[in-house]
């Protein structure tokens, strides 16, 4: 049930009057019942007419307010009734400003239609327009072609009267023949053939044969007119390499100083290079051994560097080294170059420089294979100009044939398989790379050119003292020994020295210990020993050496 303002009043005014009969209650006890019940009763009124009076006073001032509420409630429905009016004024006001502009955004969208169908409708009158034309145009040729067929069906109907005339003398004509000859048309082109095919024959085979005879004297003449010529041309001394270098010294005492102190220099320097020094009673005289000219090269200069030094030391032996080996690899560079100005030959990679420079520290059966392949080059030249063929192309294939041996031992793969890829790599013409592939017969032969590298090839190689088997061989053994030590895990270098009685093998020492070690000089020994053939015996020998440098400020 809802409270009401009036419903408050009087719930105020019952609690009033309790409150004043309590009271009056209470005082009568307090006065005791000695003044009497008629006192008590106009205590009693008394109080229960003022809490009447209060009780209407309560009433009245809540019937008053309940009248101003009542008044703020009509004021707030006509505040609320006047806001509704405007709000929809407003709503209507933006509808009609919505249509409007809608009808407006309507009519230019309209007016862009029309004036595209406009445009439309102009090209599609020009494109009739066009298309009439083109019709009026198709009809005048159809015309005109229909005349010109008319005169090439009359042209055609008289040369067929014509030609029907000819093959009624030619007829007439080859009937006057047959009662002449005796023969049929076909027996006669049958006796004609027989008698051609019999005659031809006959002249074709004695031109053969004529033919090929004399093919083979000329080019059994030609061929050797052309070897004698670029051999007479070439003019190219033999070396033999041999596998020591002989260095003078000033005096005996150096070699003790290049010993030192139990041995650290001399076996400093042998470690470093990976040669065998031989320090004997040769007076004024050390001799390098190894079978690798690089090594011996790099062990010379150093060697040289030490003796006009004076101070012979590891440190000092570790910097000669290192300096030496700078300058080899100068020198190789420099040997490239000379010999592609040497043979003329242009645009070669700088890396193939250093490669072709490798080649003056590689032997081919004791012949040295840079000497070799400029000959090879100047060979090829002279043959193709007197072939015919481009010179510049053969000397280069004929510089390059041989450039794979300028690999170490360690990358597999033969040394045409090697120079192949090299040359492939640096982007080389087809005809250099086969004429390369081809120059031992390992693909056959397509191009003049590869022809030529392979005879002048084997007419290099062919010549009296440049080449010798046994030191090859030998070479290849020592090589083998170093390749076997190589291929086990944890080796950093091997070299074999003392003509391949020993192998000095340097291991990474971070990688096997000390207890490794003897296991792993026994496997490579069993391996030397299954793999190779040998004469005596073979010293596998280890070094595992750890070094620390620091430097102090």
Known sequence: MPTTPLFVAVIIGV??????????????????????????????????????IEAERIVAEAKEKIKEGETKVAEAREKAKALEKAALVEAKDEIFKLRADTDREIAKQRQEVDRDLKERRAELNKSERRLQQKEENLDRKTDKFEKMEEQIVAKNQTAQTKLDEAERLR?????????????????????????LDTTLEHEK???????????????????????????????????????????AIPSDELKGRIIGREGRNIRTLEQLTGVDLIIDDTPEAITISSHDRVRREVARIALETLIQDGRIHPAKIEESVERAQREVMRRIKQMGENAVLDTNVGGINSELLILLGRLHYRTSYSQNVLQHSIEVAHL??????????????ARRAGLLH????????????????????????????????????????????????????????????????????????????????????????????????QAGREVRIMIKPDQISDDAMVILARDIANKIEIEMEYPGQIKVHLIRESRVTDYAR
């Open 402 to 497: 041989d450039i794979g041996k300028a690999f170490s031992q360690e990358i597999e793969g033969s040394h045409v398989q090697l120079g192949v890829e090299v040359c492939k790599k640096f982007k080389e013409s087809t005809e250099v790379i086969h004429a390369i592939e081809a120059h031992h017969g390992d693909v056959e032969v397509k191009t003049v050119t590869a022809a030529i590298v392979q005879a002048a090839d084997a007419i290099s190689a062919a010549r009296p003292g440049a080449r010798n088997e046994n030191y090859e061989s030998y070479i290849k053994r020592l090589q083998k020994l170093e390749e076997i030590c190589t291929s086990y895990d944890g080796v950093d270098k091997s070299y074999a020295i």
């Open 205 to 247: 085979a004695l031109k053969i044969s004529s033919f090929e005879t004399r093919l083979k004297d000329e080019c059994d003449d030609r061929a050797r007119w052309q070897i004698a010529l670029a051999v007479s041309r070439l003019s190219s001394e033999t070396v033999s390499e041999l596998a020591v270098s002989v260095i």
């Open 171 to 195: 007829q007439s004509q080859m009937d006057v023949l047959e009662r002449i000859s005796g023969f049929t048309q076909e027996q006669a082109k049958e006796q004609l053939l027989q008698q």
């Open 15 to 52: 609690v009033a009057i309790a409150a004043g009969l309590l009271i009056g209650n209470f005082v009568f006890r307090k006065k005791g019942f000695a003044e009497g019940e008629q006192h008590r009763k106009e205590f009693a009124e008394a109080h229960i007419k003022s809490a009447e």
């Open 380 to 393: 090829s030249g002279i043959m193709a100009a007197e072939l015919g063929v481009d010179p510049v192309v």
